[in-house]
Every structure is written in structure tokens, then in C-alpha cells.
């Protein structure tokens, strides 16, 4: 095992002041050029900018050390709360490592959030941040001109490795491996963060549109939510394409009657239930998924709600439960051992948790899909995965990675 990595900048800022405001108008408009944090559903949840504190960490007890650096650095807090929901106070954003033993997490604490939940707003602010709404920045007209490149595998190569994949399940080596690809993007003029994250949120609205260190995206899958004692999660697993009038509705029936998408949604859940029951007094899973429809694709999807027992916190929970089969696959060792060998590739951050958590130690974690990571150039690294089981083919998984890459593109090219 690797030797814990532990960077922190804590901040000198001790004071926490959350006021009521409704006139934030749209949240996705707030969010800054530079460094902006994003969770935000259906016009609701958080955004923030600047950087009170901040901690990236990896190593055997990466998730440990940030729980341990968080409930520190909140205990220092004065913190003045009227509202007292989830969300207010305090918050600290995070975006965990797929692997968070040998990848780096990264934390952070803004400076200023602005939230809304139930149709209730405010602002939180620390330290001497002024509690003002800032203009919305308006946006370049032109789109940038885009370039696309392969990442670590060509197409041809990246269904070879699926094919390796097969075999290896027909062998009976494992049930169920997530192979994922990148796709490279170089831009110019340099990708406006601000442009991505407000398509992204118009044209996927049921999804959660989340941005954390320069890595941004929509994603559909909800890994956990705490809110008290009660725990939810959304599964996905299982896609199908779009189509148009009856061609769509034939489409979402072939998904629905699949025997290949509903083993494959049957492991992810499974992979859920067994990794949340340990922590759980009741946990409620409905026998059948349901279609959950996209702008470009559709889902299986199982919504899971349990009852928490005992005194685990958030983060804590996030690392039982992932990887989830739906990011890794079936059994977790073995898939993750034959991604490494076969996907070519640095996850990082992609397909990892998501999201933010409060003081009290409510939040929401996604899985970072649907995503792309800014880089250093002004360009980005884009991602798409899907779940490998016996009787997948390789043309048939490439297709649906590019239609995942598409819901990307369409933000980048718009």
C-alpha cells in the first residue's frame, strides 16, 4: 500500500454567516470563470466560489483523513445558521478519486455558496466575504473551434479490449467489467467552464450538473444521499439510444425487456444493496428498475432508500459503497484488476464520487459521468464507459460510448 498523501491550506477565516436570500435567479448564472463549484438539479442546490480551505489526499485512509480534517475544521467554526437545512452553514464540495487509494482527492471549502432547496434560497458566506449576489457574467457569442483526438485507445483497439473482456467472462474469470474511454479536446479560444455547466444543466435538467476542481459534467447516477438517517441512492445500469416517435418507444421497450441490461442493472444493484445493508436498519429496493429517459439516452434505473444505523458519516458510507458494479464491475477486485489491464488509461477522477457534504454531515454524492476534465491548454479530456457482460459486443458498446460522449459534445460545440 502506498504511504498517505495529505495536503491542506486551511484558512484563516473562522466566521460562517448564512442569510436568507431568494433573488440568487439562476444558480448556473452564478458560477465564476475560474474555480466554480456546482451541484445543481432542477434549478436547485449549490454553487459556490473561492477557496476558504482546501485538502487533496490519497492513500489507504484517504476518505478517513478527510472526514477527520473536515469535522476538525468545522469545529472551529462560528457559525450563525437561521435556516438549518441541508446545504446551509458550512459546506465542503469534494471530488474523490475512482481508485482513492492511489489517485488524489480533492476538497474544497468556498468561500461563498449560494443555495436553494424547496424553493427556499440563501447565501453563506465566511469570513469577511461580502453576502452579495454577483451579476451573472454574460458569455462570448462565438463557439470556440474544437478539435477532437483519440485518448489512450483508438476505437479499434478499445473494442479489442471489450472482445478480451467477453472472453473473460465467458471464461468465468468475473460476471461484469465497466470499460470506460477518453476522447481529447484541444479549443480556441479556451473552454469557458461557465458555457459548459449552463447547457449542460438546460439540456439535462433531471440530472445533477456538478463542477469541482476543474472537473465538470451532468451526471444521472446518485451514488448516496444523507439527510439525517435516511439514506438514497439511484442505480444505473443498462442504455439504450434515443429514437424518434415509434422508434422510441421500441427502443425503451427493448431496454425494459433485455435479458443482457437487466443482468447487468440486476449486478449493480446487488453490488449496492450488499455494501449499504451492514449500515442499514431498513433499506427499501423495488423489484423491478425503471426507465429513466435522457435528452440522448435511456437507463434502468432503482431507486434504493434506507434507514442509517449506527455513526458512520457520509464519507465513510461513500467508500463502502464504491465502486459500485455500475463504475467497476462484478466481482469488484477482479474488475478492477482488469480495467487496469485492459483500459490503458488514468481514470483520475472520473467515475468517481462527487458532490458536497455540510457540517452536519447531510450531502449528496454523485458518480462523476458525463464528464470532461479541463486542461492546463484551455482544452479537455472527455469520458464514457459501459458495463461488459456475457454477450456484449464490442461494436454495439462503442456506439453507445459515443452517444455518451455526444451529450459532451453538444455542450462544447454549442
Not at 96 to 122: H, K, L, M, N, Y
Not at 181 to 191: I, K
Not at 194 to 211: E, K, S, V
Not at 214 to 240: D, N
Request: one cysteine or more; aromatic letters at 6%.
Amino acid at each position: 500500500m502506498p504511504a498517505p498523501a495529505l495536503t491542506s491550506r486551511p484558512a484563516a477565516a473562522r466566521t460562517v454567516t448564512t442569510l436568507r436570500s431568494d433573488a440568487a435567479g439562476e444558480l448556473l448564472d452564478l458560477v465564476p470563470a475560474h474555480a466554480g463549484l456546482s451541484w445543481v438539479r432542477r434549478g436547485e442546490g449549490l454553487v459556490g466560489w473561492g477557496e476558504a480551505a482546501r485538502l487533496e489526499v490519497s492513500g489507504p485512509s484517504a476518505l478517513a483523513d478527510a472526514a477527520a480534517w473536515w469535522e476538525e475544521y468545522t469545529a472551529g467554526l462560528d457559525v450563525a445558521d437561521d435556516l438549518d437545512v441541508p446545504g446551509s452553514g458550512p459546506v465542503l464540495f469534494g471530488s474523490i478519486a475512482f481508485d482513492p487509494v492511489a489517485g488524489t482527492s480533492v476538497f474544497v471549502v468556498p468561500e461563498v455558496v449560494v443555495g436553494r432547496r424547496d424553493g427556499i434560497g440563501w447565501i453563506t458566506t465566511l469570513g469577511t466575504a461580502p453576502p452579495e449576489l454577483p451579476l451573472p457574467a454574460p458569455l462570448g457569442v462565438a463557439a470556440p473551434r474544437l478539435r477532437y483526438a483519440d485518448g489512450a485507445l483508438d476505437p479499434a483497439t478499445w473494442c479489442a479490449a471489450v472482445d478480451a473482456a467477453v472472453a473473460r467472462i465467458d471464461a468465468g474469470d468475473l460476471e461484469k467489467v465497466v470499460l470506460a474511454r477518453d476522447l481529447l479536446v484541444s479549443a480556441e479560444p479556451a473552454l469557458d467552464p461557465r458555457r459548459l455547466l449552463r447547457r449542460l444543466g438546460a439540456r439535462f435538467p433531471d440530472c445533477w450538473t456538478f463542477a469541482v476542481d476543474g472537473l465538470l459534467g451532468a451526471t444521472p447516477e446518485l451514488l448516496l444521499r444523507r439527510t439525517g438517517r435516511q439514506l438514497s441512492s439511484r442505480v444505473l445500469a443498462g442504455t439504450a439510444a434515443r429514437g424518434a416517435g415509434a422508434e422510441d418507444d421500441r427502443l425503451a421497450a427493448a431496454l425494459l425487456g433485455s435479458p443482457k441490461d437487466r443482468s447487468e442493472h440486476t449486478l449493480a444493484v446487488d453490488s449496492l444493496v450488499r455494501a449499504l445493508e451492514p449500515y442499514c436498519s431498513r433499506l427499501t429496493v423495488p423489484a423491478e428498475p425503471e426507465l429513466l429517459t435522457l435528452a440522448n439516452v435511456r437507463h434502468l434505473a432503482t431507486d434504493v432508500v434506507g434507514t442509517q444505523r449506527g455513526t458512520a458519516g457520509l464519507l465513510e458510507l461513500v467508500g463502502a459503497v464504491h465502486p459500485t458494479a455500475a463504475v467497476c464491475g462484478t466481482p469488484t477486485p477482479d474488475a478492477a484488476a482488469l480495467i487496469r489491464e485492459l483500459e490503458g488509461m488514468d481514470r483520475g477522477r472520473y467515475a468517481g464520487p462527487v458532490g458536497w457534504m455540510d457540517a452536519r454531515g447531510d450531502g449528496e454524492f454523485g458518480l462523476a459521468l458525463r464528464c470532461a476534465e479541463l486542461t492546463p491548454d484551455g482544452g479537455a479530456r472527455l469520458f464514457a464507459g459501459c458495463g461488459i457482460v456475457a454477450g456484449s459486443e464490442p461494436a454495439a458498446e462503442l456506439a453507445e460510448t459515443q452517444a455518451k460522449f455526444a451529450a459532451f459534445q453538444n455542450a462544447l460545440e454549442g
